[in-house]
């Protein structure tokens, strides 16, 4: 699904220079739960954030389902994240003013195309939020947030689901039911891909993949559970 | 769409203090905006409701005389159309000749009604619409009467007024007219229905009597408003080019045998253009207009920096939709879409606002503006056009910032942007924008308001309280011995201290006369010249410079009377006419012979008497001493000084012994102060009392973006002045640093707007003879008020954000 080759991401500034990625290469099938780990500062969010299409490559290659897309124009990137991505992340980045239906449906907005309303609904069902649809994120302790953003990721199915730390902000028992979400959405076809910091959570992916300054230090494939 | 508003209106209903300052502040420039505009189309709408106002030109005459300023008529002699028409084939031409009419009514009681003896041309050129009657006919017969509406009200009742009879006292000579047609009343903005226009409340046709008007036929005489009306510009144009050639053929010749032409010139003005014709009335109506526009772009200024300072606490919810698939153009569409919905919200507010100020309003501005929803002067498609602009322009920038927020930076930094460096910049420098409309605005009104108040107490060269002018004095139904026993009876009324009758009175203007004079062997210039009653210099309080005032103890100084016209006799003249005849000094000018149609003897040099305009310049005076009866070609006021009695008291008094010796003659005073205020000083005054409103309410509306500017700003520096604290920063440095942020663009502004302000009104100012300087208070004064102002404005919140721990400062983030 995903080939990444020599990639790499560069910031630079008036006087600094910082290699985030580099020279990266990467391969992930359709349908893989993968977990990216590292210490903090390895790359790993700036990682998520290129196969995200939110952020762009200094050079190298991004092959999204054999196409180039690494010099796609905006638009066309913008259309890929609408229709095929789904992002969770770390603080769940709900928006404040929108009751948590209205947080979901935001998932379906830039789509063209009516019959949202079930969608919506489904989505939430999906994650045991549904009761909470009028309320406003404030209103919700942080898994209640967390599983919100699922739905709102999950709602137009996306092929590939992208992880930030879904679990940085939880406790563990609604750390436990967010992998179990994710965990069943990749068993239903989702490709997952997550940052986390948690070895416990890592060990629910299939393929762990170890970074350190920039690089790939070892990725591991787990036995199937 | 549903999306945007839901959230939209989430942003407001979840911050009430936010939706108050955006929408309220832009509600107050909308509000500013849209009444000084219908102000400036009020005032520059006058008779376009009528479709044959622009082809319809008031014939202008020019003077250009020896020794006086260029100055302007409305009026023209008498036979002008009657000449031109003979020379110029097939003109459609016409004249008003405006005069008060006298009615009797039922109960004995007379009253005045503005008249108009008009040209039997009048309604192929006024083609204004009848409620009755046929235009073709209505001024058949000399008989026939056209009345409007509300005098037929008035006047008539509800019976039909078409054939009734009306006895009408016009010049002093009662005529009983026949209804013929009944006009339908002419709106507010028309200049023939404005006090101090061509009023014309009923219409008769003139009728001129050899040997009856002897100026009729005089170039330079002010008898009627001529008009005359073309189907095109270039028609009209074509015409006003053969007037100079016509006025030589026809005119006069100048003292010196040169050609008329070179003394008095005529031009068309457009009847819409009638209304502003005065000097500086224009410039201040298109001010008031430029107010109203730049209190509306500070509102518009104040939404695009809140809404790029609030940039920072959207960047999460822009960097959350990009990630969800929105682009840059459909997220721009949305920020721009808020903006369209803020006015729009706005203007309705705004439109609330004006319809709760406009009483206010027309109070303070003397007009009689009123909302139109719908229709040709409808506020709705206007407004709707507004909306769609001030939401395009308050929103693009902000989207602009907002749109092009980069998701990965902003989800992966715990801080969030605000524009960057440029965004403070650029918010920066449209907040010395915003403080340089308001600094210079406030030094206008600080200039404005010195300068009416000026206007009310300057030294006139006369005491203008406890002073009344009897303007019914001039009534044509009087003769000279009539006028001289009313004025002995108003003498002796309680509370009069002295009485005078003259051709010259304070705002009173329509018996001036112009000649050529000239000391024996000097230059020849015009001056004006006015007879004047016994007592008139004492009763003014004018000031003596040199010699004497005339008495009738001096028999040379009796002006009237067989012979006194061709022997010369004693005269009294004004400062600026001794000056300009020559002499070093009001001294040297006593005793100094000055030549009109004999050699006139000076015995009196008196201190000029601002008698007109504030805005034009004292003319030469001559004043002839004339004991008896005044008749003649002229009608004069008369004046009444009058002490330790209530006006209003003095002015019933003074009624019952008017009405003792006049009984068909009604009665009309005015005291000098109100003669001048309704003349000259009160269209300025309501203007500047508009300019203040607009002005106070800019300030108001940029203090208010301030405050929500400080407001956020305070906000995203709340982790830096913890750390600050943490580092030993006093509450007191920790203030200074924040108000001084804020006072940075305040300061400059003023650099802005001092030499703006200076140039407007320094040209304001040199458009009155009698002026304030223009010192450097009220800029110091305006500056200071600024400073304060956002101090002001600034340091609550500062204060508050200063004095807090810094460990909760720090937690804050």
Known sequence: ?225 | MANLMISYWRTLSHRPGFALLNVGGLALGIAVFVVLAMFVRFETGFDRWWPGADQTYLIQDHYTLSGVPESTSANTMGGLVERMRADFAGLDATFVRSSDATLRLADGSVVREPFGLVDANFFNVFDWPLAAGSAATALADPASLVITESFARRYIGNAAPLGRTITITVEGKPVAYRVSAVLRDLPDNSEFNREGGVRLHAIARFRYVPGDKPNWYHWGSEEVSSFVRFPTPAAARAFAGQLKAFIDRRGDHGSKGEPMSTILTQTLLPVPAMHLREKGDRATVTTLGIVGALALLIAVVNYVNLATARAALRAREVAVRKALGATRAALARQFVGEAVLTTALAALAGLALVEIALPMVNALGGTTLHLVYLGRDGVVLPLLLLVAVVGLVAGIYPAAILSSFQPAAVLASARTPGGGRTGARVREGLVVVQFAIAIALTIGTLVLVAQVDYLRSADLGFRRDGLMLITSFDDAGLDGPQRSAILARLKAVPGVVAATQADSGPAFTDTSSSTDMQRPGGRSMTITWARVGPDFFTVYGARLLAGRLPSTRFGADESSGAGAAERGVNVVLNATAARNLGFASPATAIGGAVKERAVNSVVGVIADMHFLSPREPVAPMLYYFTAGDMGGQTAPVAAVRFAGVDPRVLTAALRREWLGAAPTTPFASVTVQENLAKKYYRADEQRTRLFTAGAVLAVVIGATGLYGLAAFDTGRRVREIGIRKTLGASTAQILRLLVGTFLRPVLIANVVAWPIAWVAMRSWLAGFDQRVDLGPSYFLIASLLAVAIAIITVLGQSFRVARSEPARALRYE
Do not use: W
């Open chain 1, 1 to 225: 699904m995903i080939a990444l080759e020599a990639l790499s991401r560069v910031y630079r500034s008036d006087e600094v220079e910082t290699t985030a990625l580099n020279d990266i290469d990467l391969e992930i099938a359709t349908g893989e739960f993968v977990a990216i780990m590292g210490p903090s500062g390895c790359g790993k969010s700036t990682l998520l954030n290129l196969l995200g299409t939110i952020d762009r490559a200094t050079s190298g290659r991004y092959l999204f389902e054999g196409e180039d897309i690494t010099r796609r124009d905006e638009a066309a990137l913008a259309r890929l994240r609408r229709d095929r991505l789904g992002f969770v992340f770390q603080s769940f980045n709900l928006i404040d003013d929108l009751t948590i239906e209205e947080n979901v449906a935001l998932g379906l907005a830039y789509r063209p195309g009516t019959g949202r309303r079930g969608a919506v609904a489904a989505a939430m069902d999906r994650v045991a939020i549904g009761h909470r649809a009028r309320h406003f994120p404030h209103q919700l302790s942080g898994g209640q947030q967390q599983r919100a953003a699922i739905a709102r990721a999950i709602v137009g199915e996306p092929q590939l689901i992208l992880a930030d730390e879904p679990t940085g902000n939880l406790d563990s028992e609604n750390g436990g039911q967010v992998m179990d979400i994710l965990g069943e959405l990749n068993r239903e076809g989702a490709t997952v891909i997550m940052v986390t910091h948690s070895p416990a959570h890592a060990d629910r992916a299939r393929r762990v993949v170890h970074m350190l300054d920039g690089r790939i230090a070892l990725s591991a494939q787990r036995a199937a559970a």
